[in-house]
């Protein structure tokens, strides 16, 4: 059962690009700008803190 009081609106950054397209692109951008963060706060809790470090599969 769906909740019909619940109003749809769309965030207003989604309104920033001309188009579906634009947006969709940014969207996988941004999925894949998130992972940068992650990546550099392992090398540095490898490095700089002497953390241990992920489990790495070998070829």
Known sequence: MVDESYE???PEH???YATPQKAFLR???NSIEGGTTEVMLNILGERVLGLPG???SRP
Do not use: G, T
């Open 27 to 29: 969207s996988r951008a």
């Open 8 to 10: 749809m609106v769309r």
């Open 54 to 56: 992920d489990v790495r």
């Open 14 to 16: 989604a309104m920033e």
